[in-house]
T-cell receptor, first 119, second 116 residues
């Protein structure tokens, strides 16, 4: 079964500092990987996704993530955070390739990392 | 700006009452998901539909929960009877299959349910 681990429950970063949020996944084949963000009182919004190809993917709001197969990781990064980045961030994984079929395209979400920004 | 809409945004009800939550997916999307979010369990998938047909509802307590799509523009999640443990935020999300597209899910703002 697929699983996602976000080891950091809460991270505090100063505005303007760099950010890295960790995500490790467990899956028997090549997965689809995603990062979603949830602002307070809102639903989740897709930040970026990885299916195949270049292992460094760019997303919205200046975020990027790097897929490292050897480490089963898909960490999210941003070079300089803004106060508006304060939110909850969720990593997610879904089946890809031979494991994919209509009817099982369910995402497995991590437990989330809450990001606090200090002025 | 296409969005998923959910009504009501907040609902407070007494134990034993019926609760109906509604979702309008983005026009043209053929896949609809229902999630529940709590502090203890995080984000849980309850059910999802493709072209209005249920594909998987294994995450949903069958004795009290039901989900339907009366038409392509409306998805409903019903709880009858409601219990305090159902208190949570319920999200609807929509996406566009085929392969891969359904993962790019667009979430609604959620319905915050409190059962007393």
């Amino acid at each position: 079964a697929q699983s996602v681990t976000q080891p950091d429950i809460h991270i505090t970063v100063s505005e303007g500092a760099s950010l890295e949020l960790r995500c490790n996944y467990s899956y028997g084949a090549t997965p689809y990987l995603f990062w979603y963000v949830q602002s307070p009182g809102q639903g989740l919004q897709l930040l970026l996704k990885y299916f195949s190809g270049d292992t460094l993917v760019q997303g919205i709001k200046g975020f990027e993530a790097e897929f490292k197969r050897s480490q089963s990781s898909f960490n999210l990064r941003k070079p300089s955070v803004h106060w508006s980045d304060a939110a909850e961030y969720f990593c997610a994984v879904g089946p890809f390739g031979p494991a994919f079929n209509f009817g099982n395209e369910k995402l497995t979400f991590g437990t989330g990392t809450r990001l606090t920004i200090i002025p | 700006d296409a969005r998923v809409t959910q009504t009501p945004r907040h609902k407070v009800t007494e134990m034993g009452q019926e609760v109906t939550m509604r979702c309008q997916p983005i026009l043209g999307h053929n896949t609809v998901f229902w999630y529940r979010q709590t502090m203890m369990q995080g984000l849980e998938l309850l059910a999802y539909f493709r072209n209005r047909a249920p594909l998987d509802d294994s995450g949903m307590p069958k004795d009290r929960f039901s989900a339907e799509m009366p038409d392509a523009t409306l998805a409903t999640l019903k709880i009858q009877p409601s219990e305090p443990r159902d208190s949570a935020v319920y999200f609807c999300a929509s996406g566009l299959a085929p392969q891969g597209g359904a993962y790019e899910q667009y979430f609604g703002p959620g319905t915050r349910l409190t059962v007393t």
